[in-house]
């Protein structure tokens, strides 16, 4: 489900739930005074997350240099024959 949070300039911050992420909201009603707010966008919530990952993320996901060895062998897949046990395809 997602949250939106929104700034009224007379009543402050409040935070709307959505069923659906259909609709592209730039603005929406204030609860308590109706009037127009904008939305706010806030970072990502990344204090929850492992560190390894955040860590990665705060680096922008730089791609690191690997050596083959590190990559491993690799392993190319079995190759059939152009006809096998078919005789009608022949």
Do not use: D
């Amino acid at each position: 489900m997602p949250n939106y949070t929104f700034r009224c300039n007379e009543c402050g911050e409040f935070t709307l739930f959505f069923k659906s992420m259909e609709k592209n909201l730039r603005s929406a009603e204030c609860p308590s005074c109706s009037s127009e707010s904008k939305r706010v966008f806030l970072p990502p919530n990344l204090y929850s997350m492992p560190h390894a990952l955040k860590s990665r993320i705060e680096k922008g996901m730089e791609p690191r240099r690997m050596s083959r060895e590190e990559l491993g062998t690799r392993r190319l897949p079995k190759k059939r024959p152009a006809v096998a046990n078919r005789p009608w395809q022949a």
